[in-house]
């Protein structure tokens, strides 16, 4: 059974930093791109980070350019995203998912999901 589970989400200020992991079990971890997304109240989910199975290749939306950054472990089969300078609109449901194969946007093509950690920045 293929499980994605997220952490570190929670309360911060704005100028503030969070970390965010994603453990996964159940899968061939190196074989798999790893995004992280997010949903805010009221919008669509959308892809902020992206890193490629073997952490060659990383994608980063505008909006987190230069703020987030993606890693991941694969011996520890881990994705983390150090998240600094967060302002309010970085609040939102943040989801790690995995895709067998290269690094893709489409959100539909990712296989696995987590059920998400909730990141709240106060202004």
Known sequence: QVQL?????GLVQAGGSLGLSC?????????????????APGKERELVAAISWG???????DSVK?????SRDNAKNTVHLQMNSLTPED???YYCAAHVGAVTLRINEYNYWGQGTQVTVSS
């Open 55 to 61: 952490g060659g290749y990383t994608y980063y939306a």
């Open 91 to 93: 609040t939102a449901v």
């Open 23 to 39: 453990a996964a079990s159940g899968l061939t971890f190196s074989s798999y791109a790893v995004g992280w997304f997010r949903r």
């Open 66 to 70: 230069g703020r987030f950054t993606i």
């Open 5 to 9: 589970v997220e952490s570190g989400g």
